[in-house]
T-cell receptor, first 113, second 116 residues
């Protein structure tokens, strides 16, 4: 099976712009979660989608949003980018959001100038 | 809220030796899952091993094993016969049950260096 894929892998934006990141889960996986990784804050949970519904949300401002499509692919959007949004954004999928482990994609590295 | 603590920011081990990485967590839940993930320089997070809290038997995956002490809320990772390819950042992660869904709470990470 193909693993979790994320596009783009690298992105450079300027403050005030918006960005959309994409994640395709492992085939058959219906749960997709997003995490932000920074040197200062470590790995932080952004949100989880399951069957096109947001099931959980982390403690991030409303500028961070996401959605999931009927084929389980997910996108996250960050509007009005700030310098502090520079991070590695990781997407993870799991079979049905139950007790299984999450499997991560390679991440999208976002640099905000 | 659940918290995960890894008190060793860095560890080093000689090739072929054994090393143990520590992790403690805090939770009021009785059922949960614990994981160790490895993040090499490529930044790809790789699942190393998982443990279900209701299972008393410690999980083992080839050279990787855990020491799960539920009462002490401790979950350490032992790497036997360390190899150069084991060098990476290791994260301990907690996943609860119920409304928390698939959400993982991560520790701060332990950077493991393997010396030849």
């Amino acid at each position: 099976k193909a693993g979790v894929t994320q596009t783009p892998r690298y992105l450079i934006k300027t403050r005030g712009q918006q960005v959309t990141l994409s994640c395709s889960p492992i085939s058959g996986h219906r749960s997709v979660s997003w995490y932000q990784q920074t040197p200062g804050q470590g790995l932080q949970f952004l949100f989880e989608y399951f069957s096109e519904t947001q099931r959980n949300k982390g403690n991030f401002p409303g500028r961070f949003s996401g959605r999931q499509f009927s084929n389980s692919r997910s996108e996250m959007n960050v509007s009005t980018l700030e310098l502090g949004d520079s991070a590695l954004y990781l997407c993870a999928s799991s079979p049905w959001g139950g007790p299984g482990a999450q499997y991560f994609g390679p991440g999208t590295r976002l640099l905000v100038l | 809220a659940q918290t995960v603590t890894q008190s060793q920011p860095e560890m080093s081990v000689q090739e072929a030796e054994t090393v143990t990485l520590s992790c403690t967590y805090d939770t009021s839940e009785s059922d949960y899952y614990l994981f160790w993930y490895k993040q090499p320089p490529s930044r790809q997070m790789i699942l190393v091993i998982r443990q279900e809290a209701y299972k008393q038997q410690n999980a083992t995956e080839n050279r990787f094993s855990v020491n799960f002490q539920k009462a002490a809320k401790s979950f350490s990772l032992k790497i036997s016969d360390s190899q150069l390819g084991d060098a990476a950042m290791y994260f301990c992660a907690y996943r609860g049950q119920g409304t928390s869904g698939s959400r993982l709470t991560f520790g701060e990470g332990t950077q493991l260096t393997v010396n030849p």
